[in-house]
């Protein structure tokens, strides 16, 4: 009787085992899912687009993916909290295709924008560089007010940050640099050039000098002296043709025409040699005395004073001279044309008195010199 | 009778035993957190970005993790809490490594910092002995404009300097140490020119 009650207590057992064990399958089997691989795939590519900075170069896509994914995260948790056969997943899962769905376009759109953003700022870098190099090139020398030479200078500095900034894949910063620098540096260049535009007006004066000057090297088969103010050179014609160009040194002022005395600046016109001075008697080396002021100047200079431009007081300069002591690469003289001491053995040598010395602003016009 | 209804709640019991076994490590998941934090607070994602966002990114794992376990019938967190306790070891790496890289830059900054102030005041030197048909020349008055420029971009580097932001300070001080150099060369040829 005993061992028969063992037998069904065992049974019961078995049997109840058996029952438990279907009654978890079923549970298991009717238990809502969680979308842990949709959730785990909007993660991935959240984090894939994180380290394609698409934060930095998409970030409203980049945000909103974020946004979903929390959101998804969020429900999850509440759902989680609920009793097992209550909870619903569904919105959990419509978060996360939404964020992996924002997150793929912000990987995307962040390699395009980075792809596209590293195009521009390389052809800025490259365009501003061009600029610069044209300032350096044709305004290094050139007198520009001390704002536009400030402006210059940040705008150089600021293209320099730009450089490094790119140069360390900060693309954001270096376009802000490289647009604070296109701003300043394009402004000065266009204020810059028309400084000069303003200065070459008297071109077809110069251009006219500079071929009465030729000319009439040609016609007296004798040599002739053209000196450009703007490229520093010296120019020596002999029957119409050049036979040599010498670097010059000019006076500080040199844009525009010599006014009054002290105004170190090297005057326009046509003049011509009246004296020369071997190495004893001059402090150049040697030198060429030229005949300025001429009539043109005198003239020049008395309507000045006349029409209250000049002061009263003002006088006319003199002592402009072609000399030696020249290569210092700057321009340092009170007015006059200094050239090496060995290129002014040269010009000394050729030239005499009454040898014509033309001085222009510029040989070539303002669309060349910009060239 | 009696012993089938105490057979009935055994099981019961069991099964409720068997479904909560498992507790939300949340002690762990606060520790991490606050190790992240404290990556944060060190500026990991300045310095190091790449390292912390793999950090972040270990811990979202986790999240998503316990959220799967919480959502199952047998809850497991045995490996969940072995990757929290990963996590703290990691970010307090990415906080050490972080407070390490910025003490580079911030010397790295310091000394260029020091370097430039002291090519400026040579360059202050230098200008006084530029040759003197150079005053009032255009290329001195550029010279003296890029020099104002240096000093102005010192004054602010200097400024990100000592507000700890070492970073935006070193781009700063790199372009204004090239700019301030390139005057040094310029202004020791044009003396060396004159003095031929």
Known sequence: MRLKRVWRNIFGIIISALVLTVLLLLLRYFMPRPPVEKVDYARSILSQASSSSAGIYSRRLFKDAESFYDSAMIIWRRENEKFFLLRDFDEVERYAVLSASKAEEALRTAKENVTSLKMRIEQRIDTLNNIVAHLNKLFTNYPLSANLRNRISKGKLLLKESEIAFSKEQYLQANKKIIDAEYLLTESYKSAVTNLEEYFRSYPVWKGWVEKTINASKSNNSYSIIVDKYSRKCHIYHNGIRRHAFDVELGQNWVGDKRVRGDKATPEGMYKVIKKFGSKHTKYYKALLLDYPNETDKAEFRREIANGSLPPTARIGGLIEIHGNGGKGIDWTEGCIALTDSDMDVVFSIAGEGTPVTIVGSMLDLNEVLK | ?196
């Open chain 2, 1 to 196: 009778m009696k012993n089938k209804v105490l057979f009935g709640l055994a099981t019961i019991m069991m099964v409720a035993f068997l479904a909560s076994c498992g507790k939300v490590p949340q002690a762990e998941i606060d520790a991490a957190n606050a190790a992240i934090e404290a990556a944060k607070t060190a500026e990991a994602a300045v310095y190091i970005p790449a390292e912390f966002a793999a950090v972040q990114d270990s811990m979202n794992v986790i999240l998503a993790d316990v959220e799967a376990q919480k959502s199952k019938l047998f809850k497991k967190f045995g490996p969940v809490k072995e990757k929290l306790t990963a996590v703290v070891t990691l970010a307090n790496q990415v906080a050490a490594n972080a407070a390490v890289k910025k003490e580079e830059v911030k010397k790295e900054s310091e000394t260029l910092l020091n370097d430039i102030k002291t090519v400026i005041e040579e360059n202050g030197k230098l200008i006084l002995k530029a040759p003197r048909g150079k005053e009032g020349a255009a290329v001195i008055e550029q010279i003296k404009a890029d020099m104002a420029t240096i000093d102005a971009t010192v004054v602010e580097a200097q400024g990100l300097f000592d507000k700890g932001s070492f970073m935006d300070a070193l781009n700063k001080i790199k372009a204004a140490k090239e700019k301030a150099d390139g005057i040094n060369t310029e202004l020791k040829e044009a003396i060396a020119k004159v003095r031929r």
